[in-house]
């Protein structure tokens, strides 16, 4: 039986505060049991085991990466890392290894290295698309507005209708705002307020 590991791009950036996936991959083979599966790692703070995974189940040992890292549970031969939140500090040399045991039980050992770069995007306010200024829609019709900026993301929308003494009354947290079956009462202004981080 051939056994070979998959991964992507020896080198791969990340976006700072974003998450990424490492990839690392088999096609499982009928003889072979994965036996123990680990993620190390070689970065400016040291060297280390980020994720072991082995009979008694899943091991995140550096505490930097708690709560941040994950490889599917329920994909056999997909052993890919997850990684959280990205921090600059996570730029490294990550490597991937798998064990398995065959049926004269003697182990088959294999490894992957990826790079990965962590990059700071600039942040960018958000633009948002002007639609249509002026809309006449049949009473009884259907509708809706939606709001589409550009930026970093993420990105929240929020749909306000004009209100007298120019206050505003805010009418949903999302980028669409539907209308069922309008009245005649829902003529005004109505405007939307995009914000990022």
Do not use: M
């Not at 997850?82 to 490894?111: A, F, M, P």
């Not at 006449?136 to 019709?141: D, L, S």
């Not at 209708?161 to 120019?166: E, K, L, N, V």
């Amino acid at each position: 039986a051939f056994l070979d590991l998959r991964g992507g791009p020896s080198e791969i950036k990340g976006v700072w505060k974003d998450s990424i996936t490492l990839p690392c991959a088999y096609v499982p083979v009928e003889d072979l049991v994965q036996k123990t599966l680990s993620w190390n790692v070689v970065h400016e703070k040291g060297s280390g085991t980020i994720f072991r995974r082995d009979g008694i189940g899943d091991h995140i040992l550096l505490a930097e990466y708690r709560d941040r890292v994950s490889v599917p549970k329920d994909a056999p031969g997909n052993v890919s890392l997850l990684i959280l939140n990205l921090e600059i500090s996570d730029r490294g040399t990550y490597t991937c290894q798998v064990t398995w045991r065959d049926s004269n039980h003697s182990l088959i050992v294999k490894e992957i290295t990826t790079e990965l770069e962590v990059i700071k995007v600039a942040a960018t306010k958000p633009i948002i698309r002007a639609g249509e200024l002026g809309l006449t829609v049949p009473a009884g019709a259907n509708t809706s507005l939606t709001c589409e900026a550009s930026g970093s993301p993420p990105i929240s929308y929020r749909w306000f209708r004009g209100a007298p003494a120019g206050r505003a009354v805010l009418l949903s947290r999302g980028a669409e705002l539907a209308w069922p079956s309008l009245r005649p009462s829902d003529s005004g202004t109505y405007f939307c307020e995009a914000q990022n981080r």
